[in-house]
């Protein structure tokens, strides 16, 4: 009768077990899960661009071995900004904060090889800092004017 009675409760745990587990699932609430974003990594030319019916002013940053020239720009909304690698060496034009990159992931631009460009178009107003991740003491910041 021992026996019989060992079994019986092992099987209620089980099923017991079985039907909290699947209430807990299937009672979790359903929640929007949003696609990670792809940061560039390649020296590919980026662009986000505002309206196609704007005119696109343009504005360069040169990066050299001594960082970003000018350090700091000032824009207005819509503007292109253009980055040319010409220190000679890979480098990167990231979002600041070091190492995240998470204040403004657009500008999240990825690797330059010596020679290449890239660049992005600057919507809204507000101050956007940036390094390059390979040399986090080489900054710079856009500042986009209203």
Known sequence: MIIINTKLTIVIAVVLVTGLALFLLTSQPKTNQSTPTKQVTNAQPTTVSPSLNKTTETTNV?????G????TIK????TKVVWTNKGGETVTVNSD???THLLYPPLNLGELSNGASVELVFDKPGTLKYHNHLNPSQTGTVIVEQ
């Open 62 to 66: 040169i990066i050299t071995t001594s």
């Open 97 to 99: 904060l070091h190492p």
């Open 75 to 78: 824009i207005k909304p819509g």
């Open 68 to 71: 970003f020239t000018p350090e």
